[in-house]
């Protein structure tokens, strides 16, 4: 795979209702079904309704991946950060992962000074993210 082939792919978005385990968990289910039969990889991130993404793979594929979860009513307020050209991946072993705030803290500890400020209600979780996207 050429290097413009592997991309990278970053999103935030706000989930349109509640949602329970239940829910997270058929997400991230069939996320890992299509996934792998696409060569996708990837993280998502979930904490107080906000959704924020990574997905690495082919450009084709990614892309795709994209459109399906701009259709998505689960989704609104979504916000592509950035598709970015990569060498490789960061999460190859991922088809996908899910995170809460406390397990991202743990597994990235580098990241967990600025995790812990989405309790701070003084900062909107949605701005916390977007930081964290940006330093992922």
């Known amino acids: 795979m050429h290097k413009s082939d592997l991309v990278e792919l970053k999103y935030l978005s706000e989930a349109r209702a509640t949602i329970n385990v239940l829910g997270l968990t058929a ?19 979930f904490d107080q309704g906000y959704f924020g993404q990574i997905l690495e793979g082919a450009r084709s594929a990614v892309e795709e991946t994209w459109g399906r979860i701009q259709k998505d009513p689960r989704h609104h307020n979504i916000e592509l950060l950035a598709i970015t050209e990569i060498e490789e991946r960061r999460f190859p072993k991922w088809s996908m992962k899910l995170f809460d705030t406390q397990e991202f803290s743990d597994t990235f500890p580098q990241f967990a000074e600025l995790l812990a400020k989405i309790d701070n209600p003084n900062l909107k979780t949605l701005k916390v993210l977007r930081s964290l996207w940006r330093e992922v």
Do not use: A, M, P, Y
């Open 27 to 45: 997400i991230v289910d069939k996320s890992i079904s299509s996934n792998t039969l696409h060569s996708v990889t990837g993280i998502l991130f």
